[in-house]
């Protein structure tokens, strides 16, 4: 499930993501980033790993999720991740960050305060 966080405002957005990752997520995430991205051009974001956790994506959401970030990789100036990724998630991660020029950043749980301060300033 991807969920849009009440926090987001302007060119700050946070999502919250949990449980398995299907196609319609990304139906209606995909348009929402898109219309933020014409409005702002960069955009911040926040994607904190919720309960119960992130663990499983859907092929056809794999397709979708490379679908959007390869064409937008360039459009964010930060991304904050928190909380623990699945093992699998966070190579996908890593190997992302080489093709992006958004700071990217990583915090735990207990630090959301920092990771929300972190992508406003």
Known sequence: MIEFLPQSEGKTVGIKISGTLTHEDYQHT????????????????????GNPPFDHMELRAMYDDARFGIPHRNDFEKFAI??????????????????????????????KDKAWDWITH
């Open 82 to 111: 928190v909380g623990e990724l699945p093992v699998w998630a966070d190579l996908g991660a890593t190997i992302g960050s080489w093709f992006t020029t958004a700071q990217i950043k990583e915090f735990t749980p207990d630090e």
């Open 30 to 49: 995909i348009p929402k980033l898109e219309n933020l991205i014409k409005e702002h051009q960069k955009l911040n974001m926040l994607v904190e790993v």
